[in-house]
């Protein structure tokens, strides 16, 4: 099982362009969700769809969109690149339950913003 | 204050015990993690506990948990130069735990000086 893959690794946007962060998962969880990693803030979630279907914003949404296009697959998009949009983005995902849950994570895309 | 709380540096030499500290205000956090995240990759879960549990141990891991004063400490044995990684501190609650996002920390950042 590869887990959970991210594409790209890197990338470099100017302000105002478009891109599509792609993260998709083969161990057929139900929940997934995007973080940003910033120096000094830690993990902050942007959104997340507790299952097929569905999506909610997290904590700090505004200026990305998201596509939950099956149950494998959950999407980023940035619509027009900013600066304060340079950070590291990971997808994780996780299965549903009542009890302890494990979050699996991405190795993560690194976007710079220039 | 923060909902989830971790001073952002410790540093210690090769052998001794490391401890690091967590705390949290939502007093209906059901489980309480800790992922490593090392140098460019994503995080990985670590251990957990249950909030009914004072203490865990698993090998050189051993967590305490003091729910009254909602404070989590993970402890590291015999610390080793491959435990320098950023150590993150998580609650999730029990109620559809899978549907809810875990709430993160901003890790600690971990300096094994050998």
């Known amino acids: 099982n590869a887990g959970v893959t991210q594409t790209p690794k890197f990338q470099v946007l100017k302000t105002g362009q478009s891109m599509t962060l792609q993260c998709a998962q083969d161990?057929?969880?139900?929940?997934m969700y995007w973080y940003r990693q910033d120096p000094g803030m830690g993990l902050r979630l942007i959104y997340y769809s507790a299952s097929e279907g569905t999506t909610d914003k997290g904590e700090v949404p505004n200026g990305y969109n998201v596509s939950r296009l099956n149950k494998r697959e959950f999407s980023l998009r940035l619509e027009s690149a900013a600066p304060s949009q340079t950070s590291v983005y990971f997808c994780a995902s996780s299965e549903l339950g009542t009890g302890a849950y494990e979050q699996y994570f991405g190795p993560g895309t690194r976007l710079t913003v220039t | 204050g923060e909902d989830v709380e971790q001073s952002l540096f410790l540093s210690v030499r090769e052998g001794d015990s490391s401890v690091i500290n967590c705390t949290y205000t939502d007093s209906s956090s059901t489980y309480l993690y800790w992922y490593k995240q090392e140098p460019g990759a994503g995080l990985q879960l670590l251990t957990y506990?249950?909030?009914?549990?004072d203490m865990k141990q698993d090998q050189r891991l051993t967590v305490l948990l003091n729910k009254k004063d909602k404070h989590l400490s993970l402890r590291i044995a015999d610390t080793q130069t491959g435990d320098s990684a950023i150590y993150f501190c998580?609650?999730?609650?029990?109620?559809?735990?899978?549907?809810?996002?875990?709430?993160f920390g901003k890790g600690t950042r971990l300096s094994v000086i050998a």
């Open positions: 506990i249950f909030s009914n549990m």
């Open positions: 161990m057929n969880h139900n929940s």
């Open positions: 998580a609650r999730g609650t029990s109620l559809n735990s899978g549907n809810t996002p875990l709430v």
